[in-house]
Every structure is written in C-alpha cells, then in structure tokens.
C-alpha cells in the first residue's frame, strides 16, 4: 500500500523561504507522477484543492500552478523516494495545508485533482504579515 507523507510546514513570516518534503513508501517514486497541492482555510466548503506544483517521473516535466509560478520550484530523487517543494517569498495568501499526491499515471495536465489516487494527509504552512 503506498503512503505518503508530508514535512516541512512550519510557521514563517512574510517573505521567508519554506521547504516541503514528502516521502513515498509501499513503492518506487520512479513509478508516480507527483504534485503538491494546497487548501486553504478561506476556500469555500466543497472547492478543490489548490494545485501548486508537478513533476513526471523522470523529472523530464514540471507544470506550476498560476498563483505560484517563478516562486517555486519542484524537485524529486527517486533513489530516496522524496519530492521536494521549495517555496520563496511566501505571503499571507501562501499558508494553508499542504498535500503531496502521486498516481502511476502520466498526464497532460498535472492540475486535475481528481487524477491521482494517493494523498498525504498534510502539512501546515502559517504565513504571518
């Protein structure tokens, strides 16, 4: 069974730096398509996780999300099994819970939520002003 789970969150002022991880295990990393997403406790009940970042599996591609481009980057090194969010110059708008996601698939478009199959449970970012 895979799990993923999710660090790094903690919280950081306005205009600081964070580092996400999330480790993959019941399985190869090489064999995932995997992305962050985010909810933020502003959204409105039943709208759909924030997309923020993905990566193939060979890191060949990398999509970002519109909010978040130029501010990110998205990394993974399969022989640890990790993917790595590097986040900089956060604001206010940036914190919520963070979730990483991985499905065997390969897509066109990384930003659709309801394409990948597993799902960390979360790591807080908390952005003061």
């Known amino acids: 069974q895979v799990q993923l789970v999710e660090s790094g969150g903690r919280w950081v002022q306005d205009g600081d730096s964070v580092t996400l991880s999330c480790v993959l295990s019941g399985g190869r990393l090489r064999s995932y398509t995997m992305a962050w997403f985010r909810q933020a406790p502003r959204q409105a009940t039943g709208q759909e996780r924030e997309?923020?970042?993905?990566?193939?599996?060979?890191?060949?591609?990398?999509q970002f999300g519109d909010s978040v481009k130029g501010r990110v980057t998205i990394s993974r090194d399969n022989a640890k099994n990790t993917v790595v969010l590097q986040m900089n110059n956060l604001k206010p708008d940036d914190a919520a819970v963070y979730y990483c996601a991985a499905d065997a698939h390969t897509y066109a478009d990384y930003s659709e939520t309801s394409g990948y199959e597993y799902w960390g449970q979360g790591t807080q970012v908390t952005v003061s002003s």
């Open positions: 997309f923020i970042a993905g990566i193939s599996y060979n890191s060949g591609r990398t």
